[in-house]
């Protein structure tokens, strides 16, 4: 039985309007990206869902609320959905980043997933949490459909890991949804 995931990146945010790198900041939403949560709720009332779980950031676990409010579905919070953890780097747009880590983002475009930028986690750390945190759904919840509300880097790399995509910085939009099947 394949286990389906609706992977849903949180409502906008003012960093995310600023271009500001987010990670474990904890931004609450703007009032467009609760507008905006509220729509995609009404659009996943066809869908079936079975299970919601959240990232336990703030901008996550206000998207989940609302869209979990609107299905009549309790919301989980999990800390394998937050966004990876950017240290000293986390508010600083990338252009600031470039600037004050070269190496981090020229080892980021080279696919070198060991690095740590400042005291925040390498690709390979969230990798390995979002990893076990899958394998726990497979098993604990076959055949269901769940939706995760998390962030732009965690769907980045699912799409990494189950459509074999190139895990690249491009931009994944608020409110936008991707579908795997574990």
Do not use: C
Request: charged letters at 35%; zero cysteines.
């Amino acid at each position: 039985m394949k286990t389906k995931i609706f992977a849903v990146r949180h409502g906008e945010t003012d960093w995310n309007i600023k271009k500001r790198v987010q990670g474990h900041a904890d931004r609450p939403l703007t009032k467009k990206g609760e507008d905006d949560a509220k729509k995609l709720a009404r659009d996943f009332k066809e869908k079936s869902i079975d299970l919601i779980f959240s990232s336990q950031l703030k901008r996550s676990r206000k998207t989940a609320e609302i869209i979990g409010k609107v299905l009549g579905k309790e919301v989980r919070s999990t800390g394998a959905l937050n966004e990876r953890d950017f240290g000293s780097l986390t508010g600083k747009t990338w252009e600031e980043i470039g600037k004050i880590d070269p190496k981090f983002s020229d080892l980021d475009r080279k696919q070198q997933f060991n690095y740590r930028p400042f005291g925040g986690e390498s690709a390979e750390d969230v990798k390995k949490r979002v990893d076990e945190f899958l394998e726990f759904l497979k098993k604990k919840y076959p055949g269901k459909n769940i939706l995760l509300i998390t962030h732009g880097g965690i769907i980045r790399l699912l799409k990494h890991l189950h459509r074999g995509e190139v895990l690249a910085p491009y931009e994944i939009d608020n409110i936008s949804v991707y579908i795997f099947d574990l």
